[in-house]
């Protein structure tokens, strides 16, 4: 049996979405129908690649330790798992609870589109948290430190084309709060808004 983990990035010198796997047991080979565990579908690679500073070649087979680049439509997710059939799962990235937030706006209303992708991907690479504000809609950004907010911002800029401003919100926690009892919760909601 096989198994592998991903990790999706975008790389802007291939032009392509690639997530990069590494294969953990076992022999992967190409064109072989691999579980793909989170989404139950099995999945077949035609082209399975291997980096060598600028060059990419493709491979028919990669051996544990290997790191294998697959073509990505946006399906994969860090920590994603992918299998000869077994239901492995491996433990996720941690998640910690954001201390700064900051409202997200976009700099250039004609890029809309790529701002909203590129905020999506990196939320999905674990960058930040996103948040949207019941009042208003507004989208805001929660991270643990200030520098993530240049993160975010240089890399929406020089990934994907978007400009991005910063604006400061009266945040200190974000809380989850769930209740058995609608009633209560509404009126807790109903309070807390007003």
């Known amino acids: 049996a096989s198994s592998s983990r991903s990790t999706p990035t975008w790389t802007p010198n291939h032009r392509d979405r690639i997530a990069f796997l590494k294969i953990c047991s076992g022999t992967f080979e190409r064109n072989k129908n691999y579980l793909h565990v989170r989404s139950g579908k099995q999945m077949k690679f035609s082209s399975p690649t291997a980096f060598m500073a600028e060059k990419k070649s493709i491979i028919d087979f990669a ?21 000869e059939g077994e239901k492995l799962k491996f433990t996720g990235i ?37 948040f949207t504000s019941s009042l208003n809609g507004r989208k805001i950004i929660g991270t643990v430190g200030a520098l993530q907010f240049e993160v975010i911002q240089y890399r929406l800029e020089h990934e994907y084309n978007a400009a991005c401003r910063w604006e400061p919100i009266s945040i200190y926690k974000a809380c989850w709060i769930e209740s058995d009892n609608a009633a209560q919760l509404a009126d807790f909601k109903r309070r807390k808004h007003t």
């Open 63 to 83: 051996y544990p330790g290997d790191i294998v680049g697959l073509h990505d439509t946006g399906n994969f997710k860090i920590g994603d798992t992918f299998t």
């Open 94 to 130: 941690p998640s910690f609870a954001p201390e700064q937030f900051r409202y997200i706006e976009n700099a250039d209303p004609l890029k809309f589109k790529q701002l909203a992708k590129g905020i999506d991907q990196l939320m999905d690479e674990g960058v930040a948290q996103l």
